[in-house]
């Protein structure tokens, strides 16, 4: 191992190190309860006695909150699923619910009408997902009294989960980085030990299986020697090529996995890691404007193996290399060897889960049911907020877990736009949402070697970004079995849907529409992965670009910012402050963009700057000036 580009020593930080040095941790929450189970969809597909596939029309659905009557969210669904009547599973199994602990328990209680008497938080974070509640417990650790607010009825957002007939879905990926027991850059862990919470996960071999155009085959292994040796296995000419790009990516990883990583918008950390580490801080200022097929393009030819590449990247940030920053590509393509991918034993939801109690025995406050309709502004400046049941709540800072768009344009005034948002709509705008397809399949489908993650794009290149044209699969029962009832496997299926697809359909052709698209994605694994697939289907649900905007409350669906045009790398990406006082942002639409590891990120910088302008972090506001204004300048340039 000594001749793999990560084999130095790197520090760990001292929040770290109150996590153990193994790849298999104790879990120290318990189990979520179950709720009773809610009336079923109005869409179901299922299973007659006989074992045939039938179509059934269920009643209308509770209009009530519940857990369980769709993937992504509460009341009436958008969804069709297939409904098991095997016997020996008898009916439906209780939906998912949060978990007993008093965070998850816990309903507003917050007073009506005016301030007075009422609690005056330190910050109030607007959302629950992992950018929120990461940006959350890392202020209560501070010493911070932190108010989360969270529409849903469970933490997490997009990283939630639910379950239905004795399967645990995850809402979103299931693909997870910074999860591992060393470097700087295993940001989950960390936020998990700030808050004295340990998860047991389970390594996984592999980080992905490409299927690609001309029967390319491409399997990512764990060990990074094990990829070079596959890659140059099938690019021999291309060898010095391979070693080059991945060997500038390890460059740029391993600068920012020995920084400390906190704020960027803070001068005396971002000056204090400058002076300690002047070369990794120069690398990485280098390389922040630049993209990842640009540096690629430089060192390899082959336009197959550059496509290959396109694919790497579109996974991480749903565009091409062209178009993808070369330090988001850093993060991705070397952490799934250094850290490697490792799955939460029971779901990613536990991730939420333990965050929102370690938020609550650190003394703070997260509701649920509580949806955000509007920030408060007094002189200019966010003061607080104001609930749909027309609840109000106070506090020095208010930090939004919601999309750019929904911050500026739903929760203030679109007309009240500061230039930087401006300037930033400008530059970006919104990635495509997905169509969503979660399955449960009997376990004798799946060959005994398959791999847990896989990337489909069978025919042509050019399909890579078009909707509908590349497939994203996760098996997570490959790795934990119990999520899935004995002799079944979860399939969760991703494929890029504009929400256009789906607007001013009547219901009856949107259900429709959501059937057949879906059929063609199974058609399609069934041919190239998986024979007999559509017939061991036992369970499934489909969400679209429409169900992720209305429950997980994503404008259009969106999951973050897509360059126009080619951009400067990260230069243009807007970090946590805003252009309103008191006003922060933290998710996949800050700096460094999509993914968990980039969202907790996010939440860490957020945190660190919220921290300093509170008081409980050394500030300079001679220095913050300076700096702001020179951040500024260089979104300018972007």
Excluded at 55 to 83: C, F, M, Q, W
Excluded at 123 to 148: D, N
Aim: hydrophobic letters at 35%.
């Amino acid at each position: 191992m000594s001749s793999t580009p990560f084999s130095r020593s790197l520090p760990v930080p001292e929040l770290a190190r109150t996590s153990p040095h193994s790849s298999i941790v104790p879990i120290r929450y318990p189990r979520a309860p179950k709720l009773a189970p809610s009336r079923p969809t109005s869409e179901s597909r299922g299973l007659s006695g006989s074992g045939k596939l039938s179509t059934t029309l269920l009643g209308r659905p509770s209009l009530a909150p519940n857990i369980g009557s769709d993937p992504l969210g509460v009341g009436k669904s958008e969804l069709y699923g297939a409904r098991r009547t095997e016997a020996k599973f008898g009916g439906a199994r209780p939906r998912a619910v949060a978990s007993e602990e008093r965070a998850v328990e816990r309903e507003g209680n917050g007073k009506v009408g005016g301030r007075e008497g009422e609690d005056r938080y330190d910050a109030i974070v607007i959302g629950s997902g992992i950018g929120g509640l990461v940006a959350a417990t890392q202020l209560a650790v501070k010493g911070a009294k932190v108010l989360v607010l969270e529409k849903y009825v469970i933490p997490g957002g997009s990283s939630g989960f639910y379950e239905r007939d004795g399967y645990t879905f995850d809402v979103g990926s299931s693909v997870m980085f910074g999860f591992s027991d060393k470097g700087n850059l295993n940001l989950i862990t960390q936020a998990l030990a700030a808050v004295g919470c340990k998860m047991e996960v389970i390594p996984d071999p592999t980080t992905v299986h490409f299927h690609l155009p001309n029967d390319l085959s491409v399997l990512v292994h764990r060990e990074y020697r094990d990829f070079i040796r596959e890659m140059t296995s099938r690019f021999p000419h291309e060898k010095e090529g391979i070693l080059k790009f991945y060997g500038i990516c390890w460059k740029i990883f391993n600068a920012l996995n020995s920084l400390e990583l906190k704020s960027l918008e803070e001068p005396i950390y971002l000056f204090g890691q400058f002076f300690q580490k002047p070369i990794e801080c120069l690398t990485l200022a280098y390389y922040l404007p630049q993209n990842a097929g640009a540096i690629a393009r430089k060192y390899i030819k082959d336009p197959e193996l550059l496509s290959f590449i396109d694919a790497e990247c579109f996974i991480v940030s749903t565009v091409n290399a062209l178009q993808t920053p070369m330090i988001n590509a850093s993060m991705v393509l070397c952490d799934r060897h250094f850290g490697g991918i490792n799955y939460p034993v029971g779901g990613v939801g536990g991730i939420a889960k333990s965050l929102a109690n370690g938020l609550v025995e650190q003394g703070s406050d997260i509701q649920y049911r509580a949806n955000v309709t509007n920030i408060i502004l007094e002189n200019g400046k966010a003061v607080g907020v104001r609930l749909s049941d027309g609840r109000q709540f106070f506090a020095k800072t208010i930090i939004s877990n919601a999309t750019r768009w929904d911050t500026f344009g739903k929760l203030l005034k679109r007309e009240n736009l500061p230039k930087e948002e401006r300037d930033f709509q400008t530059r970006y705008v919104k990635a495509p949402s997905f169509l969503s397809i979660h399955m449960g399949v009997k376990a004798e489908v799946l060959p005994q070697d398959t791999d847990c993650h896989h990337f489909v794009l069978e025919d042509k290149w050019s399909r890579l970004e078009e909707p509908y044209g590349s497939i994203f699969l996760s098996i997570p029962t490959i790795l934990d079995p119990s999520l899935a009832p004995e002799g079944h496997h979860i399939l969760h299926i991703f494929t890029t849907s504009s929400i256009e697809d789906w607007q001013g359909l009547p219901q009856k052709e949107y259900k429709e529409k959501k059937q057949l698209v879906a059929d063609e994605i199974i058609r399609r694994l069934e041919k190239k992965l998986f024979p007999g697939l559509e017939s061991s289907i036992a369970f499934m649900e489909v969400g679209t670009p429409k169900t992720h905007r209305r429950y997980l409350a994503r404008d259009e669906g969106t999951y973050g910012p897509m360059p126009r045009n080619i951009p400067k790398g990260l230069l243009g990406m807007p970090f946590n402050t805003t252009g309103i006082d008191s006003l922060y942002c933290v998710g996949d639409s800050c700096f460094p963009g999509q993914g968990v590891i980039a969202v907790a990120f996010s939440g860490v910088m957020c945190a660190h700057r919220v921290a300093a302008d509170i008081g409980l972090e050394k500030k300079s506001p001679i220095l913050d000036n300076a700096l702001l204004g020179v951040l500024g300048w260089l979104r300018s340039l972007a």
